[in-house]
């Protein structure tokens, strides 16, 4: 699942590694740090709720691409990451060289890609989502209710809510950063449904209510 390869082998993005000096006669050579890997991992609204544990299986780059096996490591997903954040997995990256023991190991970096949602869209802590009403619901206003990551909860539509209207939730969004205890918002698109096909009886009904509302 690891991606970038840094042109001198190993994983790359942050693949640079300290600079040393020289060293002259017979000391023995610095220790140089392992290089850095950088990689993606998807990551879901229930993890960005709630945290998560992930056991992951890194592969590591040969002279001739990525080898078959690799360590097998616990990685932590914060709770209240975003899209595009780097998450710091301390000490998994590339061994370090040199001295006695070797350098110090570099870093992974996993940069949270989020994972499609079947009911939102996700933009940083907010999400969206589209709830369709009845017209008569949209004029005369109306309890509806939506899924959300803290469960099922009602809203109130206004009367007279045009179709396109955008309300806002709040709370109701992915937890953000620190303690996890504020939260974005959920906006919610009102679309007007309307039917497929209208009966005899049906059409009657429109028609008076065409006539009232001139």
Same mark, same amino acid.
């Given at each position: 699942?690891?991606?970038? #390869? ?5 994983? @790359?993005?942050? +693949? $640079? ?11 023995? &050579?610095?220790?140089? #740090?392992? #290089? ?5 991992? !998807? ?7 709630? /945290? ?10 040969? &002279?001739? /691409?990525?080898?078959?096996? /690799? ?8 709770? +209240?990451?975003?899209?595009? $954040? !780097?998450?710091?997995?301390? @000490?998994?990256?590339?061994? @370090?060289?040199? @001295? ?26 907010? !999400? ?13 206003? %109306? $309890?509806?209710?939506? %899924? ?35 939260? /974005? ?9 309307? &039917? ?11 028609? $008076?209510? #065409?006539?009232?509302?001139?």
């Amino acid at each position: 699942m690891f991606g970038r #390869r840094s042109p001198g082998g190993g994983f @790359g993005g942050f +693949g $640079q590694t300290r600079g040393y000096g020289s060293t002259g006669g017979n000391a023995p &050579p610095p220790q140089m #740090r392992g #290089r850095d890997i950088e990689a993606e991992i !998807l990551v879901t609204v229930d993890e960005i709720m709630n /945290g998560s544990e992930r056991i992951l299986t890194l592969q590591r780059a040969t &002279p001739h /691409g990525l080898s078959t096996t /690799g360590d097998t490591v616990r990685i932590r997903i914060p709770k +209240g990451v975003t899209g595009g $954040q !780097l998450i710091r997995c301390a @000490g998994l990256g590339e061994p @370090g060289v040199n @001295g006695v023991n070797g350098g110090e190991r570099g870093d992974l970096f996993l940069r949270a890609i989020v994972q499609r949602h079947p009911d939102f869209s996700v933009n940083g802590h907010d !999400l969206r989502c589209d709830v369709s009403v009845a017209p008569w619901d949209a004029v005369l206003g %109306s $309890q509806q209710s939506v %899924s959300t990551p803290h469960g099922r909860i009602t809203f109130r539509v206004p009367e007279r809510t045009s179709n396109g209207t955008e309300m806002r939730l709040r709370g109701k969004g992915l937890p953000k950063a620190g303690d996890g205890s504020e939260f /974005g918002d959920l906006y919610v698109r009102i679309l007007i449904d309307i &039917p497929e096909s209208v009966s005899e009886e049906a059409k009657v009904h429109w028609e $008076q209510l #065409r006539e009232l509302a001139r």
